[in-house]
């Protein structure tokens, strides 16, 4: 077991360009969530996920962001015409709440993007 | 709705003072509450966590007791060390521990030898 894995780590993008982080969970969570921090913020959720099913949203997540979770493994987030206000740390945790899970948050390194 | 308010920083110390961060919660509810620590150029670990009141979590020196009658918090610890240097995060969970975790600002902790 690896944990939590991103990728990239860091992206550096022009305003109005579209980009794609990946989330890798541990393996058999069944639980997937996506936060953000900004500088000197604590981390704010966005959305989650029980396998494939997209569960939860925050008002946060505007019509700009869309997440996947396709086959209950790992997940996508994209950004859509990326705005200055999106720079910030993208972070992913996962936990498992099936029978024997300890339903505890294990995040990711997260992905830093820069939108200049 | 759902917030979690902690001290602000930086918060410097001395090695072997003791140490209180302080953290209330939101009572909506019967929330599940954390501290995560993030080590400089680490990602987010949990440090401890207390799921009902009156429990108290703890982990590597550090303590907090769920306090309801007074939706706190807070960390403590006896005697810090500069490894303890880190930024410290208080979370909250709604009840029934698989939501999203709503998270303090962080109080950025320095330990000075």
């Known amino acids: 077991d690896t944990g939590v894995s991103q990728n990239p780590r860091h992206k550096i993008t022009k305003r109005g360009q579209n980009v794609t982080f990946r989330c890798d969970p541990i393996?058999?969570?069944?639980?997937l969530y996506w936060y953000r921090q900004t500088l000197g913020q604590g981390p704010e959720f966005l959305t989650y996920?029980?396998?494939?099913?997209?569960?939860?949203k925050s008002r946060l997540l505007s019509d700009r962001f869309s997440a996947e979770r396709p086959k209950g493994s790992f997940s996508t987030l994209e950004i859509q015409r990326t705005e200055q206000g999106d720079s910030a740390m993208y972070l992913c945790?996962?936990?498992?709440?099936?029978?024997?899970?300890?339903?505890?948050?294990?995040f990711g390194p997260g992905t830093r993007l820069t939108v200049t | 709705g759902n917030s979690v308010t902690q001290m602000e920083g930086p918060v410097t110390l001395s090695e072997e003072a003791f140490l209180t961060i302080n953290c209330t919660y939101t009572?909506?509810?019967?929330?599940?509450l954390f501290w995560y620590v993030q080590y400089p150029g680490e990602g987010l670990q949990l440090l401890l966590k207390?799921?009902?009141?009156?429990d108290k979590g703890s982990n590597k020196g550090f303590e907090a007791t769920y306090r309801k009658e007074t939706t706190s918090f807070h960390l403590e610890k006896g005697s810090v060390q500069v490894s303890d240097s880190a930024v410290y995060f208080c979370?909250?969970?709604?009840?029934?521990?698989?939501?999203?975790?709503?998270f303090g600002k962080g109080t950025h902790l320095i330990i000075q030898p």
């Open positions: 945790a996962s936990s498992s709440t099936t029978s024997g899970g300890d339903y505890e948050q294990y």
């Open positions: 393996s058999e969570h069944n639980r």
């Open positions: 996920f029980q396998n494939e099913a997209q569960l939860e």
């Open positions: 009572a909506t509810g019967y929330p599940s």
């Open positions: 207390a799921t009902k009141a009156d």
């Open positions: 979370a909250r969970q709604p009840g029934g521990g698989a939501d999203g975790l709503t």
